[in-house]
Protein backbone atom coordinates (compact mmCIF):
# COMPACT_ATOMS: atom_id res chain seq x y z
CA UNK A 1 0.00 0.00 0.00
CA UNK A 2 1.37 3.60 -0.78
CA UNK A 3 1.54 6.41 1.76
CA UNK A 4 -0.59 9.57 1.75
CA UNK A 5 2.19 12.05 0.98
CA UNK A 6 1.25 15.55 2.50
CA UNK A 7 3.71 18.73 1.56
CA UNK A 8 3.66 21.26 3.99
CA UNK A 9 4.52 25.17 2.23
CA UNK A 10 5.50 28.51 3.60
CA UNK A 11 8.32 30.99 2.56
CA UNK A 12 11.39 30.15 3.33
CA UNK A 13 10.75 27.22 4.71
CA UNK A 14 11.81 27.68 8.58
CA UNK A 15 9.22 28.46 10.55
CA UNK A 16 5.30 27.61 9.46
CA UNK A 17 5.85 24.85 7.58
CA UNK A 18 8.32 23.03 9.44
CA UNK A 19 6.24 23.45 12.40
CA UNK A 20 2.90 21.93 10.74
CA UNK A 21 5.29 19.06 9.22
CA UNK A 22 6.24 18.44 12.64
CA UNK A 23 2.70 19.02 13.67
CA UNK A 24 1.17 16.76 11.57
CA UNK A 25 3.52 14.06 11.30
CA UNK A 26 3.04 13.35 15.05
CA UNK A 27 -1.09 13.28 14.37
CA UNK A 28 -0.44 10.38 11.38
CA UNK A 29 0.67 6.88 11.06
CA UNK A 30 4.50 6.90 9.83
CA UNK A 31 3.37 3.70 8.47
CA UNK A 32 0.48 4.98 6.20
CA UNK A 33 1.16 8.92 5.89
CA UNK A 34 4.69 10.36 4.96
CA UNK A 35 4.55 14.49 5.56
CA UNK A 36 7.76 17.10 4.63
CA UNK A 37 7.95 20.54 4.06
CA UNK A 38 9.55 23.00 1.55
CA UNK A 39 9.23 26.83 0.85
CA UNK A 40 8.60 28.61 -1.72
CA UNK A 41 12.04 31.05 -1.71
CA UNK A 42 15.38 29.40 -1.84
CA UNK A 43 16.41 31.44 1.08
CA UNK A 44 17.08 28.95 3.67
CA UNK A 45 18.23 25.85 1.92
CA UNK A 46 19.97 23.51 4.01
CA UNK A 47 19.23 25.88 7.13
CA UNK A 48 17.34 24.14 10.34
CA UNK A 49 14.09 25.22 11.24
CA UNK A 50 14.09 28.94 13.13
CA UNK A 51 15.21 28.81 16.98
CA UNK A 52 12.18 30.03 17.82
CA UNK A 53 9.76 27.20 15.62
CA UNK A 54 12.38 24.34 17.16
CA UNK A 55 11.61 26.02 20.55
CA UNK A 56 7.54 25.99 20.31
CA UNK A 57 7.88 22.82 18.64
CA UNK A 58 10.07 21.31 22.22
CA UNK A 59 7.65 23.10 24.52
CA UNK A 60 4.50 21.04 22.85
CA UNK A 61 7.24 17.44 22.71
CA UNK A 62 7.27 17.85 18.83
CA UNK A 63 11.32 17.68 17.69
CA UNK A 64 11.47 19.55 14.37
CA UNK A 65 15.73 20.09 14.69
CA UNK A 66 16.70 17.49 12.08
CA UNK A 67 14.36 19.13 9.60
CA UNK A 68 16.60 21.04 7.11
CA UNK A 69 14.85 23.80 4.53
CA UNK A 70 14.58 22.64 0.57
CA UNK A 71 12.64 24.80 -2.01
CA UNK A 72 9.77 23.61 -3.62
CA UNK A 73 10.07 21.63 -7.08
CA UNK A 74 7.75 21.22 -9.63
CA UNK A 75 7.88 17.57 -9.29
CA UNK A 76 6.54 17.88 -6.01
CA UNK A 77 3.42 18.81 -7.52
CA UNK A 78 3.26 15.39 -8.80
CA UNK A 79 4.90 13.06 -6.24
CA UNK A 80 2.61 14.70 -3.44
CA UNK A 81 -1.61 14.07 -2.90
CA UNK A 82 -2.13 16.92 -0.68
CA UNK A 83 -0.01 20.05 -0.81
CA UNK A 84 -1.05 22.89 2.14
CA UNK A 85 -0.31 26.23 2.20
CA UNK A 86 -0.12 28.65 4.24
CA UNK A 87 -0.94 31.81 2.92
CA UNK A 88 -2.17 33.56 -0.18
CA UNK A 89 1.39 34.28 -1.52
CA UNK A 90 2.54 30.47 -1.17
CA UNK A 91 -0.92 29.95 -3.02
CA UNK A 92 -0.38 31.82 -6.03
CA UNK A 93 3.33 30.77 -6.13
CA UNK A 94 2.65 27.36 -6.23
CA UNK A 95 -0.53 27.68 -8.42
CA UNK A 96 1.45 29.00 -10.90
CA UNK A 97 4.09 25.85 -11.13
CA UNK A 98 0.80 23.64 -11.59
CA UNK A 99 0.50 22.82 -14.73
CA UNK A 100 -2.26 20.59 -14.97
CA UNK A 101 -5.53 20.58 -13.28
CA UNK A 102 -4.53 17.58 -11.30
CA UNK A 103 -1.92 18.97 -9.55
CA UNK A 104 -4.14 21.95 -9.02
CA UNK A 105 -6.58 20.13 -7.15
CA UNK A 106 -4.08 19.26 -4.76
CA UNK A 107 -3.53 22.60 -3.94
CA UNK A 108 -5.11 24.36 -0.89
CA UNK A 109 -5.01 26.85 2.15
CA UNK A 110 -4.40 24.81 5.26
CA UNK A 111 -6.65 27.02 7.40
CA UNK A 112 -9.13 25.63 5.03
CA UNK A 113 -9.43 22.89 7.02
CA UNK A 114 -10.70 25.11 9.67
CA UNK A 115 -12.16 28.00 8.26
CA UNK A 116 -13.13 26.37 4.75
CA UNK A 117 -13.12 28.60 1.55
CA UNK A 118 -12.52 31.72 4.08
CA UNK A 119 -8.88 32.17 2.41
CA UNK A 120 -7.57 32.99 5.78
CA UNK A 121 -3.84 32.71 6.42
CA UNK A 122 -1.46 31.77 8.86
CA UNK A 123 0.89 35.03 9.71
CA UNK A 124 4.47 34.50 9.28
CA UNK A 125 5.74 34.67 12.41
CA UNK A 126 9.36 35.61 11.38
CA UNK A 127 9.56 39.36 12.02
CA UNK A 128 7.73 38.39 15.37
CA UNK A 129 8.34 37.37 18.93
CA UNK A 130 7.91 33.86 21.17
CA UNK A 131 4.46 34.55 21.29
CA UNK A 132 3.73 34.56 17.66
CA UNK A 133 5.14 32.06 16.91
CA UNK A 134 2.99 30.14 19.78
CA UNK A 135 0.05 31.51 18.46
CA UNK A 136 1.13 30.07 14.87
CA UNK A 137 1.96 26.51 16.62
CA UNK A 138 -1.97 27.00 18.23
CA UNK A 139 -3.21 27.66 14.51
CA UNK A 140 -1.43 24.80 12.80
CA UNK A 141 -2.44 22.73 15.54
CA UNK A 142 -6.11 22.94 15.36
CA UNK A 143 -6.05 22.49 11.47
CA UNK A 144 -3.52 19.64 11.78
CA UNK A 145 -6.39 18.09 13.75
CA UNK A 146 -9.09 18.67 11.48
CA UNK A 147 -6.55 17.27 8.32
CA UNK A 148 -5.41 14.31 10.35
CA UNK A 149 -9.47 13.50 11.42
CA UNK A 150 -10.05 13.77 7.32
CA UNK A 151 -7.24 11.68 5.96
CA UNK A 152 -8.01 9.29 8.61
CA UNK A 153 -11.68 8.42 8.58
Known sequence: ?????????????????????????NKLEAD???????????????????HRSIRIGRDHSIDISRQRGRQIKPEDLDLFDHILVMDRSNYKNV????????QKDKIRMILD????N????????????????ENVYQMLDEAC??????LTS
Open 145 to 150: NAIAQE
Open 113 to 116: AVFP
Open 32 to 50: FFEVDSAGTGDWHVGDPPD
Open 95 to 102: MAMASTDE
Open 118 to 133: ENVEVPDPYHGNLTDF
Open 1 to 25: MEKTKILMVCLGNICRSTLAEGILK
